[in-house]
């Protein structure tokens, strides 16, 4: 039987491929994803592919689409369930699969669905997202075959592995985490009777409804009720997961949520004791506060380019031990596997909190305090937006500014900084300024400014963005 789909062009995307069940994801593109994915493993030499869903109602449908896809393309498909993304990342690792595919819609909407994807270890993005809906259109698939499938629960392995890596000793913390109804929920509750210490977990049951706040721990409104509880509770700190529990937010013992690169520098100020000198990955959008921080506990500070496939490839080729974005992806190289887990990540901070002689607080306190604009995000067409941050950037050059062109370009002042910076997966110019003042951040502001509309753009509504940081 001759085997040819065509994707809605907008689910395919840099870091994966995700769009609206019913109307540009379907069960169809669930069994072609598998056909063409399966395929790609096959001509790589492998012949096993992972797979995982997270709690969303959409999951179990599509992700049996997956697996009649992969297994048409003659894979034997390993199933592990329901769970949380680096659960399926790990059992991929340990188990040397070929493939492996998540099914999950991260941090969107409930009537979002996705997939997220790795060849041999290592993740699998850009153009080979792309190769995927070139192949399938064309009909470029192996033979039909017949794969076989297990079903394998390695909830407890994985588990087990996180909880190895606690190193805070026997002090009792008073821990509160938010699971916002994501898929992480009966693997956290099964991990916090592992550590010592008081653990209160809040919306562990999985409801891919999300009936109690949206599962995207960066934003404020969906922290409030794990700020509530931490400071009602007099606990030590919260953390909170995305959907699928690859993303972490923090929130201190004061009730402050802690941003994505305050927590790289805590994790990262650890890691350097055991690991000196050692290059520490963070992404363009991240505070100077890092960079200068990490060069002061002996490391080497590496800027690089904002997306957590990007990230993961660029530790691979640096073996660098640490990595973060402002987005709470973090990754360990150091004892664990280099892929984004925040199960993982909030269990080797309770650890660093665990053997502090004062607060997390006082941490956060003692960094050199700035004031930024948080992420700024304003419509731009998909073509048009590299053209501007292009047009921005030979102005930039002209004019004899520093400026670092790793993503889009980021221009150092005596102020602070500025980015902007052309969005991977939307038809947006993405935007930050940090500076040591609030006289400072506005000449920041002023300057971005004018660049866009020396490229006939808009401002960026600056409205409620200043944020002391």
Same mark, same amino acid.
Not at 292 to 320: F, N, Q, R, Y
Not at 443 to 456: E, F, N, Y
């Given at each position: $039987?001759?085997?040819?789909?065509?994707?809605?062009?907008?689910?395919?995307?840099?870091?994966?491929?995700?769009?609206?069940?019913?109307?540009?994801?379907?069960?169809?593109?669930?069994?072609?994803?598998?056909?063409?994915?399966?395929?790609?493993?096959?001509?790589?030499?492998?012949?096993?592919?992972?797979?995982?869903?997270?709690?969303?109602?959409?999951?179990?449908?599509?992700?049996? #689409?997956?697996?009649?896809?992969?297994?048409?393309?003659?894979?034997?498909?390993?199933?592990?369930?329901?769970?949380?993304?680096?659960?399926?990342?790990?059992?991929?690792?340990?188990?040397?699969?070929?493939?492996?595919? $998540?099914?999950?819609?991260?941090?969107?909407?409930?009537?979002?669905?996705?997939?997220?994807?790795?060849?041999?270890?290592?993740?699998?993005?850009?153009?080979?997202? =792309?190769?995927?809906?070139? $192949?399938?259109? /064309?009909?470029?698939?192996?033979?039909?075959?017949?794969?076989?499938?297990?079903?394998?629960?390695?909830?407890?392995?994985?588990?087990?592995?996180?909880?190895?890596?606690?190193? &805070?000793?026997?002090?009792?913390?008073?821990?509160?985490?938010?699971?916002?109804?994501?898929?992480?929920?009966?693997?956290?509750?099964?991990?916090?009777?592992?550590?010592? &210490?008081?653990?209160?977990?809040?919306?562990?049951?999985?409801?891919?409804?999300?009936?109690?706040?949206?599962?995207?721990?960066?934003?404020?409104?969906?922290?409030?009720?794990?700020?509530?509880?931490? =400071?009602?509770?007099?606990?030590?700190?919260?953390?909170?997961?995305?959907?699928?529990?690859?993303?972490?937010?923090?929130?201190?013992?004061?009730?402050?949520?802690?941003?994505?690169? =305050?927590?790289?520098?805590?994790?990262?100020?650890?890691?350097?004791?055991?690991?000196?000198?050692?290059?520490?990955?963070?992404?363009?959008?991240?505070? =100077?506060?890092?960079?200068?921080?990490?060069?002061?506990?002996?490391?080497?500070?590496?800027?690089?380019? !904002?997306?957590?496939?990007?990230?993961?490839?660029? $530790?691979?080729?640096?073996?660098?031990?640490? /990595?973060?974005?402002?987005?709470?992806?973090?990754?360990?190289?150091?004892?664990?596997?280099?892929?984004?887990? #925040?199960?993982?990540?909030?269990?080797?901070?309770?650890?660093?909190? /665990?053997?502090?002689?004062?607060?997390?607080?006082?941490?956060?306190? #003692? *960094?050199?305090?700035?004031?930024?604009?948080?992420?700024?995000?304003?419509?731009?067409?998909?073509?048009?937006?590299?053209?501007?941050?292009?047009?921005?950037? /030979?102005?930039?050059?002209?004019?004899?500014?520093?400026?670092?062109?790793?993503?889009?370009?980021?221009?150092?002042?005596?102020?602070?900084?500025?980015?902007?910076?052309?969005?991977? !997966?939307?038809?947006?110019?993405?935007?930050?300024?940090?500076?040591?003042?609030?006289?400072?951040?506005?000449? *920041?502001? #002023?300057?971005?400014?004018?660049?866009?509309?020396?490229?006939?753009?808009?401002?960026?509504?600056?409205?409620?963005?200043?944020?002391?940081?």
């Amino acid at each position: $039987m001759s085997f040819v789909h065509n994707f809605d062009p907008t689910v395919l995307r840099e870091y994966d491929i995700r769009g609206i069940v019913g109307q540009t994801l379907h069960e169809a593109d669930a069994f072609a994803i598998g056909r063409c994915f399966g395929t790609v493993v096959s001509r790589n030499g492998g012949a096993t592919v992972a797979v995982g869903y997270d709690g969303r109602l959409s999951s179990p449908s599509l992700e049996a #689409a997956l697996v009649a896809g992969l297994r048409a393309s003659g894979m034997d498909v390993l199933r592990i369930g329901l769970g949380p993304t680096p659960m399926l990342y790990y059992a991929a690792t340990v188990r040397k699969t070929g493939g492996a595919v $998540m099914l999950t819609g991260s941090h969107n909407p409930p009537n979002y669905n996705g997939f997220k994807m790795m060849l041999e270890g290592k993740p699998f993005f850009g153009t080979q997202i =792309q190769d995927i809906g070139r $192949m399938a259109a /064309a009909g470029d698939v192996v033979p039909e075959a017949q794969g076989g499938v297990s079903t394998i629960d390695i909830s407890e392995e994985y588990i087990n592995r996180v909880a190895q890596d606690w190193d &805070g000793g026997d002090r009792a913390l008073n821990i509160v985490w938010d699971n916002g109804n994501g898929a992480a929920g009966a693997v956290l509750e099964r991990l916090v009777k592992k550590l010592p &210490g008081h653990h209160t977990v809040l919306y562990p049951e999985i409801d891919g409804t999300f009936p109690n706040h949206h599962p995207d721990p960066t934003v404020l409104k969906n922290v409030e009720a794990l700020i509530h509880e931490v =400071q009602a509770r007099g606990a030590d700190l919260g953390i909170a997961f995305d959907g699928d529990a690859d993303r972490i937010g923090v929130v201190d013992d004061s009730g402050t949520m802690m941003f994505g690169d =305050q927590l790289l520098v805590v994790l990262a100020r650890d890691v350097l004791k055991t690991h000196p000198g050692a290059t520490i990955i963070a992404d363009v959008k991240a505070s =100077q506060v890092l960079f200068d921080e990490v060069g002061l506990a002996g490391g080497k500070p590496l800027m690089w380019k !904002t997306g957590h496939s990007l990230i993961k490839a660029k $530790m691979a080729e640096t073996g660098c031990p640490l /990595a973060g974005e402002m987005s709470g992806h973090i990754f360990f190289n150091d004892k664990w596997y280099g892929f984004d887990d #925040a199960l993982y990540a909030g269990v080797r901070l309770l650890g660093i909190v /665990a053997r502090m002689a004062g607060k997390l607080s006082d941490v956060r306190k #003692a *960094l050199p305090q700035v004031i930024n604009t948080p992420e700024l995000r304003f419509n731009c067409d998909d073509v048009r937006k590299f053209a501007v941050i292009e047009e921005v950037a /030979a102005r930039l050059r002209r004019d004899g500014a520093t400026v670092a062109e790793t993503d889009g370009v980021r221009v150092l002042t005596k102020d602070g900084w500025w980015l902007l910076r052309a969005s991977n !997966t939307q038809a947006v110019l993405v935007a930050r300024c940090e500076a040591t003042s609030a006289v400072g951040l506005e000449r *920041l502001k #002023a300057a971005l400014v004018d660049q866009l509309a020396a490229s006939g753009l808009e401002a960026p509504d600056f409205s409620g963005a200043n944020s002391g940081h």
